[in-house]
Structure formats: structure tokens, C-alpha cells
Nanobody, 122 residues
Framework: QVQLVESGGGLVQAGGSLRLSCAAS????????MGWYRQAPGRQRDMVAV???????NYADSVKGRFTISRDNAKKMVYLQMNNLKAEDTAVYYC????????????????WGQGTQVTVSS
């Protein structure tokens, strides 16, 4: 099976920085899109940033200029560098990946991590 494991969340003051990491493991053939989403209490899960295998990126307007997504294809990892954090960035952050399995004959699957809490105090 496949696992996505996030790390790097925590409590930080407004204006501070955090770096989230997500490691994918299991019987993975290839990973197409990797991304970060977040969900605040009482709200829907929203896209924060995504990155394709070739390096193209897309960001939510609210984080442009403050967050940077990157990935290491060889290590099957994706990162989210978060700078100038604001109270409204407080949420559970989830990693996801669209990937093919070694046994799936090219069929794409989406997997999610368990989430990591980011709390920004004002």
C-alpha cells in the first residue's frame, strides 16, 4: 500500500516561518501531482499549493509570495516553506499525491496524508 506522512507542523508566532515535509512510500510506480491542502475548523479543505512532476506550480492567491512548494522526485517527497505566517494560516495541513502503483497498469490514484497542525498566534 501507499503512505503519505507529513511532518513539520507546530506553533509559531505571526510573521514566523515553518517548513512542512511529506514523504510518500509504498509500491509506487510514479507520482504525477503532489500538493498541500489545508482545513480550518468549520471550513472546507482548500488547495494551498500543488506541483507537477516537471516542477510547474500553482498557489492559492492567499499564500502567493509567502509560501513555496518544492519536491524531490528521487526521494518521493514534497515540501512547503511557509514564511510571514498569519493567524489565518492556522489549519490542519494535508499532503496529497496523484500517483500510479506498480500493479495498477497506469491507473491513477489519489492518496492523502493524516495531516499536521499549524497554529499561528497573533
Amino acid at each position: 500500500q501507499v503512505q503519505l506522512v507529513e511532518s513539520g507542523g507546530g506553533l509559531v508566532q505571526a510573521g514566523g516561518s515553518l517548513r512542512l515535509s511529506c514523504a510518500a512510500s509504498g509500491s509506487i510506480e510514479s507520482i504525477n501531482v503532489m500538493g498541500w491542502y489545508r482545513q480550518a475548523p468549520g471550513r472546507q479543505r482548500d488547495m494551498v499549493a500543488v506541483i507537477l512532476s516537471g516542477g510547474s506550480t500553482n498557489y492559492a492567491d492567499s499564500v502567493k509570495g509567502r509560501f513555496t512548494i518544492s519536491r524531490d522526485n528521487a526521494k518521493k517527497m514534497v515540501y512547503l516553506q511557509m514564511n510571514n505566517l498569519k493567524a489565518e494560516d492556522t489549519a490542519v495541513y494535508y499532503c496529497n499525491a496523484d500517483l500510479t502503483l506498480k500493479s495498477s497498469s497506469g491507473r491513477m490514484y489519489r492518496y492523502w496524508g493524516q495531516g499536521t497542525q499549524v497554529t499561528v498566534s497573533s
